[in-house]
């Protein structure tokens, strides 16, 4: 099967969110009471498999040029987050199935909804006659590394920050690096857990895939974190970590360029797929610190490279380790109207950036001022062309 082996991670591109598309097209076949939310993007935001197993509800006349529209329809489109949250949510807590989904910078319209959510579901857990609920699961796409085109306004991973700070214990951030990932994700978020809320944050172009179903499985398993052999080595110079899909792929493709220039360096890169309370991992499986110690050794310098706001993962790997050894390359609100690597650069996420980081922290001064005069060259090549250099 294709997806048990992966001979060559990185060469081909894949669309994690046609595969969350097919996923929801067989939660819709498969549960009558399943229902999925979303504001008005669901084929923007490459989920239209959604139609092959539901229609939109629709209780007016229809015209002869109208899709997919039926009084009893189960997918659900307005354009207001605060209203669908509030559906799905009374669905989820009365026993049904569901999903929402919205581009990511209009997701933190909802927090303080998922405020009250979260505490009814703490105060309810003692209640002894109340059974388990599904969990409500939100897919947040649209990100901010491709909102390049809508500029500023449609940058914003606020909610993950938000989520990851309630001591409540009952949030999953959930971020797959890859199409394959997202058939393990799927799974977990609609089969596997109960009494919880799952953001899977997720770009809905095709990128990189990099790892196997059988390792996608294993990171929910086992902490939420994995080694990934073909690019890890023995006694490392510097341990580097993805979070998140375009990260993740920056930091991977920083390592390929750094080891080009110094092949004599040593790397080993940790993939981070979930994150909860306090730590990697979800909710019921967090990574352990003698998991931690053996996959980012006690004493070598640690570069993240992450989809949300850097001070959030900087509190959940203190509790793992002296953050004297650990730098973080996070969104920096600093966004614009420019070219997708641009956005990055603007960031300090970009492969760039990250090799900026190596080089500086392992002594080679001159490869790290190589790297920001690419940058640079970049972006007067952006602002003169309106597209990234080759």
């Not at 190596?358 to 060259?377: H, M, T, V």
Request: glycine content about 6%; aromatic content about 12%; hydrophobic content about 40%.
């Amino acid at each position: 099967m294709e997806l048990d082996h992966i001979r060559y991670p990185g060469a081909e591109k894949h669309s994690s969110a046609a595969v969350l598309g097919e996923i929801l097209s067989e939660q819709l076949k498969n549960y009558p009471d399943f229902y999925f939310f979303s504001p008005d993007e669901t084929t923007s935001n490459r989920l239209s498999a959604v139609f092959e197993s539901a229609e939109r509800a629709w209780g007016l006349p229809r015209e002869s040029w109208d899709l997919h529209l039926a009084p009893n329809g189960r997918i659900i489109e307005l354009l207001s987050e605060n209203t669908l949250f509030a559906v799905l949510a009374g669905h989820v807590l009365s026993g049904g199935r569901g999903a929402m989904t919205s581009y990511e910078s209009f997701l933190p319209i909802i927090s303080s909804q998922l405020d009250q959510y979260l505490k009814f579901l703490t105060q309810s857990s003692d209640l002894t006659w109340r059974t388990d609920v599904h969990a409500l699961n939100l897919l947040s796409t649209s990100c901010w590394e491709r909102q390049d085109h809508n500029g500023f306004t449609h940058q914003n991973p606020a909610l993950i920050s938000s989520l990851l700070a309630k001591p409540s214990n009952r949030v999953n951030c959930l971020f797959p690096i890859d199409d394959v990932a997202m058939r393990a994700t799927g799974d977990f978020i609609f089969e596997q857990s109960k009494n919880v809320v799952n953001l899977t944050t997720f770009n809905k172009n095709a990128q990189p895939r990099w790892i196997d179903i059988n390792h996608a499985r294993f990171q929910f398993d086992n902490g939420g974190a994995s080694l990934f052999q073909f690019t890890s080595e023995e006694d490392p110079n510097i341990v580097i970590a993805g979070i998140g899909d375009i990260p993740s792929t920056e930091a991977l493709l920083a390592i390929r360029l750094a080891k080009a220039k110094q092949p004599q360096l040593r790397f080993r890169y940790v993939g981070i797929n979930a994150l909860s309370y306090g730590a990697i991992g979800t909710v019921d499986h967090k990574l352990s610190p003698a998991t931690f110690d053996e996959y980012f050794t006690t004493d070598r310098p640690i570069i993240v490279n992450f989809h949300g706001y850097a001070d959030t993962v900087r509190a959940i790997f203190a509790n793992y380790t002296s953050l004297e050894r650990v730098s973080v390359h996070g969104y920096e609100d600093a966004g614009s109207t420019t070219t997708p690597l641009d956005e990055l650069c603007r960031n300090h996420c970009s492969r760039w950036d990250i090799c900026v980081d190596i080089f500086e922290q392992l002594g080679y001064k001159n490869l790290a001022d190589f790297y920001r005069a690419q940058i640079s060259a970049n972006t007067e090549y952006a602002k003169l062309h309106g597209v990234d250099q080759e």
